[in-house]
């Protein structure tokens, strides 16, 4: 390959000699992965805009070889990227990211958290060594930080893409570790939970990203006590379902000739009269007082602050 040459097209033919390489299992949710990845390494758009990314950096560091086939080269390139321009690297990510709609944990992960708590660490290192008695400048730190944090970092898949023209490399990589389905999934297979309320309220529930439609089902109704929970937390909601729903308009009308203090006897008889059965003195109190624990529901908001208060205290 010539220095610097581009394809037109991303090389995906090792993931077909894995697939077919028998010491190999992949479940379901590995394989849509892999589909996603070939799907979107053969998208004509992708490719162009993998190849403006390579020229950017290959017009301001000629003397670099992207792409290349060589992994050590690879994680060299990226170590100067992070080192040299890494806001420019990290916003070509992130609008590919946004452009295709790609999952960030599953393809790119900002190695710059790796690299930032190993400067300090980096300038005191240094200082221990007896030629170091000048003084050590952040700039030199950061670039020795950078090469040493992320030696032990492998390459992301995206880096695999941009730099070596290939998700995946037989001979160098045994496996391809970006294919993990806690990127795109939730430990326990728990659903996401969240209240929106900018335009009235609404409850809004995540699914893991490569869930079936009978998945969802299952995870709804695996979770639907956690929903309501949830629910009776945020809002005036019980958690457990409402059996009396059906009974409101009686529970209306007692409640309203008690507090209009009627005597017991009418209440029965009025009761009775409307809507059948026998009613009692402990009945007729039971309702009132139901509804009265029922109303408590929105003092929620104020014992929580109460709460809040007292921890600030």
Not at 60 to 78: G, L, M, R, S
Request: with cysteine.
């Amino acid at each position: 390959m010539q220095k610097n040459s581009q394809n037109n097209y991303i090389d995906i033919g090792n993931l077909s000699v894995l697939l077919n390489d028998k010491q190999w299992s992949f479940d379901k949710d590995q394989m849509q992965i892999f589909e996603e990845v070939v799907f979107l390494c053969i998208n004509d758009n992708f490719i162009k805009d993998v190849q403006k990314i390579r020229n950017y950096f290959i017009e301001k560091y000629p003397k670099i070889n992207i792409p290349t086939k060589n992994t050590p080269q690879a994680e060299n390139i990226i170590c100067l990227i992070y080192a040299k321009d890494y806001k420019k690297y990290k916003d070509f990510i992130e609008e590919m990211l946004k452009k295709y709609k790609l999952i960030p944990g599953l393809y790119w992960e900002d190695k710059i958290e790796f690299v930032e708590w190993g400067i300090d660490n980096e300038i005191e290192r240094a200082k221990e060594y007896e030629y170091a008695r000048r003084e050590i400048n952040k700039s030199y730190a950061m670039a020795e930080a950078i090469e040493r944090s992320l030696q032990f970092c492998p390459l992301n898949l995206m880096d695999n893409i941009v730099l070596r023209n290939t998700p995946f490399l037989a001979g160098d990589d045994s496996y391809p570790l970006w294919n993990n389905p806690r990127f795109t999934r939730k430990p326990n297979e728990n659903i996401l939970v969240s209240l929106e309320s900018k335009y009235g309220v609404r409850i809004n529930i995540g699914f893991p990203a490569y869930s079936s439609l009978s998945e969802m089902v299952n995870l709804l109704k695996n979770n639907y006590k956690k929903i309501q929970e949830f629910r009776a937390e945020v809002l005036p909601i019980p958690a457990k379902k409402d059996y009396r729903k059906s009974e409101l308009k009686k529970s209306i009308d007692t409640y309203m000739m008690y507090v209009r203090e009627w005597k017991i006897e009418k209440i029965a008889i009025e009761l009775d009269k409307k809507y059948g059965g026998e009613h009692t003195y402990e009945s007729i109190n039971k309702i009132v007082e139901r509804m009265k624990k029922d109303s408590e529901r929105f003092n929620k908001s104020e014992k929580k602050q109460e709460r809040q208060d007292t921890a600030i205290f």
